[in-house]
């Protein structure tokens, strides 16, 4: 039962303003709706909302500032997902005055599914992974612009990387027209930008990975065949925290990798994934599971299997859920894959602590960086040494006797 006095009071949040309105426990408006600038939001928090306030808010750009903002202010705050506010209260008619009250309504009924509200060092990872996607995507428009040109006028690049220093000369002396040699020299000039900003990016993740808040989760990523640093950084910054997962079920739901299920009667109808939730992780476990399929007998037995009797775009999806439940898994429970291999894990920590010289920045020689994985993960035990880039690496019998 509702405390008396106490007040559900929803934000409707905008670009460059906030709409807020509240009810009390027996639904009446107490705080009519009313537009609030959004440089002027702290200021009217602290004149207008009480200790005992309970506040709603959707999730947006702007949520996770406003959250903060408000949590020192009142006595909760909830963020809740646009998507199941539209479930529950579909209405012909919609302004914003009508929005915010349905929403402080529906808090005062306690219906409405709060959303996992991700700490700051989750948020932070979270904006880096999203940063390094839009350049990515940027690159790519670019690189794919010029193909296009190559593709029409019959042309083939020269053997290596076609956007490469080297090729420029080549890029320059194309028989196209002087405004194709513009659009060219534009966008090779924007890879060339864009590349080394990637890099930076990319180095910023891999400092992050060794940091404290990750570094005990990624051994247990990157041991799975197919998962890189950089998957493993968008699989974390996207899950969080696993323990809110209760089980890999739940996790696969989030991802939106499971499947549409519609049952009526004696009717039982299922169709695609349902591509409800976190985009990033449903597209990195798809990549991750193409890379498990052409490296890792397991998997590549698997999606054969699954080939044959649902087709190969079914089948690269199934993998990537069942890749999905080995995350929650091997998260959970903080153990080694069942289908590890441990040379093939021990050369995927060597990848992780060679790149960015990552083990160098730790102090530690890269043989001791893997061997100090291999025991976070339990393995490898009696394991002397491996090969990896056609080279074989002693392995120390412990971090501390390490031969560098």
């Not at 303003?17 to 928090?45: F, M, T």
């Not at 296009?148 to 320059?172: I, M, Q």
């Not at 990848?351 to 994985?373: C, I, K, Y």
């Amino acid at each position: 039962m509702h405390e008396p006095d106490r007040r559900f009071v929803a934000l409707d949040l905008h670009k460059s303003y906030i709409v807020a309105g509240a009810v009390d426990d027996q639904l009446n408006v107490v705080l009519h709706p009313r537009r609030i600038s959004c440089a002027k939001l702290e200021e009217w928090a602290k004149r207008h909302l009480r200790a005992t306030d309970a506040v709603v808010l959707e999730a947006g750009p702007n949520s996770w500032f406003v959250h903060d903002l408000l949590q020192p202010l009142v006595d909760s705050v909830t963020v809740v997902h646009s998507y199941h506010v539209k479930l529950i209260a579909a209405s012909m008619v919609k302004t914003d005055k009508i929005d915010t009250l349905v929403l402080a309504r529906l808090l005062a009924v306690d219906i409405l599914p709060g959303i996992w509200v991700p700490p700051h060092h989750v948020r932070e990872l979270r904006s880096l992974i999203s940063h390094r996607s839009r350049l990515v995507k940027q690159r790519a428009a670019a690189k794919n612009r010029l193909h296009s040109v190559l593709h029409r006028h019959n042309l083939v690049a020269p053997e290596g990387t076609p956007f490469s220093e080297s090729t420029r000369d080549w890029w320059s002396t194309l028989p196209i027209s002087n405004a194709e040699k513009l659009r060219v020299r534009q966008d090779l000039s924007v890879v060339d930008h864009l590349s080394p900003l990637i890099r930076e990016v990319e180095q910023q993740l891999a400092q992050l990975s060794v940091s404290e808040y990750w570094v005990e989760q990624v051994p247990f990523l990157v041991q799975i065949p197919g998962i890189g640093l950089l998957s493993s950084m968008t699989i974390l910054s996207a899950i969080g925290d696993v323990t809110r997962f209760p089980t890999a079920k739940k996790l696969v739901g989030y991802s939106g990798l499971g499947g549409r299920v519609h049952i009526s009667g004696r009717k039982r109808r299922t169709g695609g994934i349902t591509k409800q939730g976190r985009r990033e992780l449903r597209t990195v476990m798809v990549e991750c599971a193409w890379a498990a399929v052409r490296t890792h007998p397991f998997w590549s037995a698997e999606f054969a299997q699954l080939e044959k009797r649902i087709g190969k775009q079914k089948a690269i999806v199934a993998v990537a859920r069942k890749l999905l439940v080995v995350v929650w898994h091997v998260l959970t429970a903080r153990a080694a894959d069942r289908q590890a291999d441990v040379p093939a894990v021990a050369r995927s920590l060597m990848n992780w602590g060679a790149g960015h010289r990552l083990a160098t920045g730790l102090g530690l020689s890269r043989p001791q960086f893997v061997r100090e994985g291999l025991s976070q993960l339990g393995l490898g035990s009696s394991m002397a040494s491996f090969s990896y880039c056609g080279r074989v690496y002693k392995l120390p019998s412990s971090v501390e006797s390490a031969d560098t």
